[in-house]
C-alpha cells in the first residue's frame, strides 16, 4: 500500500510538472512573439541569422508546449512508452538549451558584429529598397537614434553626402530635412546599435529568468518522468 501510494503521488506529480511545462511552453512562445515585434525592424535590416533568434524561442516554446501535453496524456493514461518518449524528448530538449546558452555566450561579441554589418547594409540600400528604407525609418523613430553609430554615418552614404543631411527619421522634430551643420542638435546623436544594444541589455534578465525557471522545472519532470516509468516497468499498479 505504501508503494502504491507513494507511485499515486509520483504520478500526480509527472502530471503537475507537465502542466507547469504546458505553461512555460506559453510563456517562452510569448516571449518569441514580444522578441519578434519589439525587434521586428532591427531584424529586417540584419540578415536571416540574427532574425532566426526569436523564432527559434517561438519554435522552442511549440515543442516544449506539445511535449507538456505528451507527458501529461502517458501519465494519465499509465503508458510507460509515452513516458518513456516525454522523459527522453526533454532530456534532448534540457541538452539542447545548455548548449545553446554556451553558443550564446562564446558567440555573443559576433552578435553585435552581425547586427552592425545589418545596419550598414541597410543604410547602403536606403532610398533603394522600400522595405528597407521603411524598415531603417522606423528602427531610427522608435529607438531614436541615426545611423549606425551615430549620426555622421550617414555622410559617408553618397545620397546623403552631398548636401550634408540625414534621412527624416533622424530628425528630432518633423522637418522637411535635417541638416547635420550648422545645426546637428536637430537630429538623434545616439547610433542604433547602441540603442538596440541597451534594450537587449535591459531585457537580458528576463529571458534569463524564465530560462532558469524552465531548466528547473525540466530537471524536476526528467526525474519524476524516471520514477514513474520504474513504477510502471515494475508492474505496479498505478492509479
Known sequence: MAVEGGMKCVKFLVFVFNFIFWVCGVALIAIGIYAQVALNKALAVSNASASSTPVAILVLGVIIFFISFFGCCGAWKESYCMVTTFAVLLSVIFLVEIAAAIAGYVFKDKVRSVLEDGLWDAMRKYGEDQAVTEAVDELQRDFSCCGANNYTDWSTIERFK??????????????????????????????????????????????????????????????????????????????
Open 162 to 239: 552631398a548636401n550634408d543631411t540625414v534621412p527624416r527619421s533622424c530628425c528630432r522634430v518633423n522637418t522637411t530635412s535635417c541638416n547635420i551643420h550648422p545645426n546637428p542638435e536637430t537630429v538623434y546623436e545616439k547610433g542604433c546599435l547602441q540603442s538596440i544594444e541597451a534594450w537587449m541589455k535591459k531585457n537580458i534578465l528576463i529571458v534569463a529568468a524564465v530560462a532558469l525557471g524552465i531548466a528547473f522545472f525540466e530537471i524536476l519532470g526528467i526525474i519524476f518522468a524516471c520514477c514513474l516509468m520504474k513504477g510502471i516497468r515494475s508492474g505496479y499498479e498505478v492509479m
